[in-house]
């Protein structure tokens, strides 16, 4: 594996005479693996150079990992020449920021206003992939990610490939202010992270003593990244992002700095100052297993309708943080009186909790530690707000279970950019689950203490304990439901024996569908919605029912013993049972007249899925959208397209003859010439962009924020690829596409009228 420096700098680009040694471009780093695939670090200033040398190579084929979307980690984007190429492939991987997805933030830089060519004016087929923590791979590189502590949600790449691993760390910042006698569970946790690696390319922006001034920036120092890695064994560090303000001769003195404290650890660790154009050899060395994690980093990962307790009494400390949850859609629960947080905490069943110490006291411990025992809060964040975080209150917080500390003042991005990291470690490890133990409250909703006055945040709305209504009980839910209702008064007492009443807020899901977990739910009150994810994960979901009181959820996962089928949520508050699992099988297995019931519901169930699918589930030959979401899918871009003004495009493929070439060919040489179609059209097209079959012979494909000439480039894009996947795949020469496109500010209201105007189009070209 060899890995070559292209920009080094960190915050700006800082070119000029003291800067020669170094370089003054800002982060982006090459590695080349042995399978011959090109991944890029970052698209700082430092792309640029990388991309004139890669264009002479002609077309491109690489991946970009981004670890933030902060501008000097992307500036150089719109200055990288393969992203123009028209045969150039470019896989662009990134955190979903604070606001907008990375393709809406590299879009905004490259408006008109800034840049003279818009995003969807480039000319090659690039693709935009969310990162969360875990693993993926590209080509024969595995690649695991991390969160880093950032003021964005930011992510560190750790690449193994050849019999070698890189550690690409760039924008952190210690989670305590020093690596004393006690290590901070965050610190310990990016140790293991770094563990063994060959080469550690990580943030050494500051000085010791510039870090002392800088906590909350998000970086690191030179003494905290040579630490780091010592204490995780690994072979060589590269010091990077290195600060603008630095000249040659002050990263001379960092590097000789960090060597020193290397060679009095006896350690073997091989320090240096990274520099523009340096190239490294990373051959295969023997290193301690480490497994992978079970979830794929590019699993989508929603932490909207979570919810997180905050406990303080300062009020500008809760608009600080209530701001913070609710730009992500995020419920807050304000608690300003000590003696009620355990209540809350059991009630609310938070995904997160928010301490402030300053509220708490002495009683600190003991009520974090009791939180954090809980079982109905086991898993979940504790993070506590120190005024004076050190060494004993940090072992103290971790004794006594706290999940993160961080010292007061904060800096705000970095708490929202922290708290997202636990809600999407927690949504990835255990989801979200509503159930609590015990009786849930009848009426009489929690009190939102939200600050009031001209900052006030808008209202968080009630959590689902908030629900009024008559009290549920185990027995009657079970007398009311359409399964369990004709058991024996003794049978129903032995399910409800050990059941668990349980809530779920509006927006929450019951289950999710490819998870086991072997639950099942008998509904009391509210509804709730099953919804499908299409196989075309771009996709919109396919509803496919509704149910209500006396229905159960999750029944076939529990019998099966596989994966749920479809998502099940709550579209107002809901509350209602769950079953003991051991208790429910036992029942069933020796139940006749219930497995009869259940088989009667699952018949229903799965004859009305199978008739939605057939309206509305993906196309069987391709795995393409159909016509009915085609159409949903239109009008939602065409009133995005209208409110925004933004455009949108339809390019419509036309398969020729298709039934002439079925008769002389047969059907199966027809089949194949459409799903070559189907692959011609999703490897030319964005993420963002929607792409179905709405007939027989005839492809769709809607292009949002088209720009002038994006429909017709797209076009030319499908003819060439189609003549090119044709040979490769010897399809009968008579196979041959017409294109149309119709590009417009204000689409007209309805598919086929767009379709009509892209057909009659007098651009219309025939793909050979």
Not at 62 to 75: L, M, N, P, R
Not at 256 to 262: E, G, L, P, T
Not at 269 to 290: C, H, I, K
Not at 668 to 677: F, P, Q, S, V, W
Request: some cysteine; proline content about 5%; hydrophobic content about 40%.
């Amino acid at each position: 594996m060899n890995v070559r420096f292209w920009g080094t700098r960190g915050s700006i680009a800082s070119p000029g005479s003291g800067t020669a040694k170094y370089g003054g471009n800002t982060s982006c780093t090459e590695i080349r693996t042995g399978d011959g695939a090109t991944i890029i670090l970052d698209c700082g200033t430092g792309a640029r150079e990388l991309g004139l040398r890669l264009a002479k190579m002609g077309p491109l084929k690489a991946s970009i990992f981004i670890t933030h979307t902060h501008w000097d980690h992307i500036q150089g984007f719109p200055f990288f020449a393969p992203a123009f190429m028209p045969d150039s492939e470019i896989t662009v991987y990134a955190p979903t920021g604070f606001l907008n997805t990375l393709e809406q933030t590299l879009a905004g830089q490259m408006q008109y206003s800034y840049f003279p060519v818009k995003l969807s004016e480039l000319r090659s087929r690039i693709r935009f992939m969310n990162v969360n923590e875990g693993t993926f791979e590209v080509g024969g590189a595995v690649v695991e990610t991390q969160f880093l502590n950032h003021t964005a949600p930011t992510i560190a790449y750790r690449i193994t490939a050849d019999g070698a691993t890189v550690v690409y760390s760039s924008d952190h910042e210690p989670f305590a202010p020093h690596l004393g006698g006690v290590v901070h569970p965050g610190d310990q946790r990016h140790i293991d992270y770094l563990s063994n690696a060959d080469l550690v390319i990580h943030d050494a922006q500051y000085s010791l003593a510039e870090f002392a001034g800088k906590l909350g920036w998000g970086h690191s120092s030179v003494d905290y990244a040579t630490q780091v890695a010592v204490a995780a064994g690994a072979r060589r560090l590269a010091l990077y992002h290195h600060d603008p303000t630095h000249d040659d001769a002050a990263i001379d003195q960092l590097q000789a700095h960090a060597q020193n404290y290397a060679a009095t650890h006896r350690s073997e660790l091989e320090v240096f100052g990274a520099r523009e154009g340096m190239d490294l050899s990373l051959t295969a060395a023997p290193a301690a297993p480490r497994g992978k994690r079970s979830r794929s980093a590019l699993d989508l990962r929603s932490i909207a309708g979570s919810r997180v307790l905050v406990a303080t009494a300062d009020p500008e400390l809760s608009a600080q943080i209530v701001g913070v949850l609710l730009s992500e859609d995020i419920q807050p629960v304000l608690v300003t009186d000590a003696a009620r947080l355990l209540d809350h905490a059991r009630n609310f069943r938070p995904h997160a909790v928010v301490l402030d110490a300053a509220l708490l006291g002495d009683d600190l411990f003991r009520l974090a530690g009791a939180i954090a025992s809980d079982f109905r809060t086991s898993g979940k964040a504790v993070i506590v707000l120190w005024p004076d975080l050190n060494d004993e209150i940090i072992r103290r917080s971790f004794a006594a279970g706290v999940t993160d500390c961080l010292a007061k003042p904060f800096s705000p991005p970095m708490l929202h950019a922290r708290i997202r990291a636990w809600l999407t470690r927690a949504h990835g490890e255990t989801g979200f689950r509503g159930p609590t133990d015990g009786a849930m409250p009848a009426s009489g909703p929690l009190s939102l203490a939200l600050p009031t006055g001209p900052a006030a945040p808008r209202s968080a709305g009630a959590p689902a304990s908030a629900h009024r209504g008559s009290r549920l009980s185990k027995m009657g839910v079970l007398k009311d439901s359409q399964v369990f209702g004709a058991l024996q008064p003794d049978e129903m007492k032995s399910l409800a024996r050990h059941a668990r009443l349980v809530t779920f807020a509006a927006g929450e899901p019951l289950v999710r569908q490819g998870e086991r977990n072997g639950v099942l739910y008998v509904l009391g009150a509210g509804k709730v919605r099953v919804v499908g994810q299409t196989p075309d994960r771009r996709s919109d979901e396919i509803l496919l029912g509704e149910l209500g009181p006396g229905d159960v959820v999750g029944e076939l996962a529990l019998i099966d013993e596989l994966p749920h089928a479809a998502t099940v949520l709550a579209v107002e508050p809901v509350r209602g049972i769950q079953l003991d699992r051991h208790d429910f099988l036992k029942l069933q297995a020796h139940h006749p007249g219930l497995s009869f019931r259940l088989l009667r519901l699952l018949s229903s169930r799965l004859r009305e899925a199978d008739r939605l699918l057939v309206r509305s589930g993906p196309d069987a030959v391709t795995g393409l959208l159909t016509r009915h979401p085609l159409e949903a899918g239109y009008k939602r871009e065409a009133a995005a397209a209208r409110r925004h003004h933004h455009g949108l495009a339809l390019v419509a493929v036309h398969v020729l003859d298709l039934a002439g070439i079925n008769a002389t060919f047969g059907y199966g040489h027809g089949d194949a010439i459409i799903r070559a179609t189907a692959d011609v059209l999703r490897a030319v097209v964005r993420e963002s962009d929607i792409v179905g079959r709405s007939s027989g012979d005839e492809f769709v494909v809607l292009l949002t924020d088209p720009g002038a000439n994006g429909a017709r480039l797209v076009s030319a894009r499908i003819e060439q690829a189609f003549a090119d996947i044709r040979k490769q795949r010897n399809l009968p020469a008579a196979a041959q596409l017409a294109t149309g496109d119709f590009t417009t500010l204000d689409p007209p209201a309805a598919l086929e009228e767009c379709l009509a105007l892209a057909r009659e189009a007098p651009g219309r070209r025939n793909a050979t």
